[in-house]
């Protein structure tokens, strides 16, 4: 049956004008979203709203599990590694602190698996040097570097790409702005010019690896990650670059909670999604626990488990870019990268990355949209669930004055616990 020959198709002007009639609007500006990120998202899109067809944004459908290995000694980190890749993970994150890399990777096969490491110039030529002696071929590997600001930094970096060329060292990582609770517009453009910091100093791979943050503004995060995939086809031909870019996602850490604490459950969950069908390479699940004292086993399980489920069950990993096409993702997708390139343009006037990082810029905008956040948490206008609304009084949570200075001192700009620190939390 031919449903077009009984209802005739109605354009998007007959839509506006059913919507005022019903909701008695003499405009439809009444009704639209004014997003953080400067977006103005319309009540409703239509195929008037598609600009031009659409390719996918990635092709990709598989994506690896990540687990972190923690913070121990280097034998306990390497047993918490293989228990998560007997558990169902398929990569590991380490932050390297110069430990004997044999006994921190000990029977862990990286030639099988994908791997990313964070280094400090101090201590990469030792990972380098046990990972180039250790295997003959190309590793599915990230080395990540949080020191690269200045000029003498990344010719030492480039000095050890041209060295150690079988990981990838074209890396970047801006993980630690997402955590300070920047926007996502912000993100995308600070993603773009650590990159492009990187490309500048001449450094080559065939892979480009950036590191992230998903956030819980699902159908935002979810564009955010597409806008990349599309912005870097731009990028990376203007230093004749053919580098593929490889997407590391960690689920944010700015709104977990300690009240309420499986609540995080479903924050991480809703953040996996978003990465996922924006086009991760790889995900780190941060526990529901994240924020305790503590590694809780139950966390840990359920960090790998939601998404197993999501692969496995949900059959996740069948299908490539879902969103391709949609109105509505495809318009967000634009704004998202018109407005991120601005930014990235404006950075890229002031001297690029370092420049901006040095003069305090980054810091300034990020502290000015944390706060921004704060006061429509402190407000009610920014609902988080079982904290600004749906408390659950039968709870009673007690910090030492030593968690919560460990808290405070983990570089987290986490507005949800604020909240909570000076409405009901009791500590001594």
Not at 51 to 75: M, N, Q
Not at 326 to 343: C, G, P
Not at 386 to 392: A, H, R, S
Request: proline share 2%; net charge negative.
């Amino acid at each position: 049956m031919d449903l077009t020959s009984i209802f005739p198709p109605a354009t998007a002007e007959k839509w506006r004008a059913q919507i005022k009639k019903e909701l008695k609007l003499d405009s439809l500006q009444a009704i639209e979203w004014h997003n953080e990120n400067g977006l103005v998202i319309a009540p409703f899109y239509s195929s008037e709203d598609q600009k031009r067809t659409y390719l996918p944004a990635f092709t990709h459908r598989e994506w690896d599990i990540c687990v972190d290995a923690g913070t121990k000694s280097a034998v306990e980190k390497n047993a918490r590694l293989l228990k998560a890749l007997q558990s169902g993970a398929t990569a590991v994150q380490v932050v390297y602190a110069g430990e004997s890399p044999e006994e921190l990777l000990k029977t862990i096969q990286l030639e099988y698996i994908r791997s990313s490491f964070v280094v400090t110039l101090d201590n990469a030529r030792t990972l380098l040097t046990y990972l180039h002696a250790q295997y003959a071929v190309e590793l599915n590997c990230a080395i990540f570097c949080r020191e690269l600001y200045t000029e003498s930094a990344h010719t030492q970096w480039k000095d050890l790409q041209q060295e150690f060329p079988r990981v990838s060292l074209l890396s970047a990582s801006v993980l630690q702005h997402h955590n300070a609770n920047c926007f996502a517009v912000t993100e995308l453009a600070l993603a773009l010019a650590a990159l492009t910091e990187q490309l500048n100093s001449g450094i080559i791979s065939k892979t480009a690896h950036i590191q992230m943050g998903a956030g819980n503004d699902y159908f935002v995060e979810l564009a955010k990650f597409r806008a990349l995939h599309r912005l870097w086809l731009q990028l990376a031909p203007l230093f004749n670059c053919n580098a593929e870019l490889h997407i590391h996602v960690e689920t944010t850490l700015t709104n977990k909670t300690l009240s309420d604490a499986y609540n995080n459950l479903l924050r991480t969950t809703t953040e996996t999604l978003s990465a996922i069908l924006g086009g991760a390479h790889s995900i780190t699940v941060n526990g529901f626990d994240v924020l305790q004292p503590g590694d809780s086993e139950l966390a840990f399980r359920m960090a790998i488990n939601q998404q197993l489920i999501l692969r496995e069950e949900a059959l996740l990993s069948h299908f490539a870019d879902v969103a391709c096409g949609s109105w509505f993702i495809e318009n967000l997708t634009d704004a998202l990268a018109e407005k991120a390139l601005a930014v990235f343009n404006t950075i890229e006037q002031a001297g690029g990355y370092n420049a901006v990082i040095a003069s305090g810029w980054v810091t300034n905008r990020i502290a000015d949209e944390a706060n921004q956040r704060q006061s429509k948490i402190n407000s009610g206008e920014r609902v988080v669930i079982g904290i600004n609304k749906y408390k659950n009084t039968a709870e009673s949570v007690q910090l030492s004055n030593d968690t919560v200075e460990q808290l405070k001192n983990k570089g987290i700009v986490n507005p949800s616990f604020e909240y909570e620190l000076k409405n009901f939390f009791s500590h001594a």
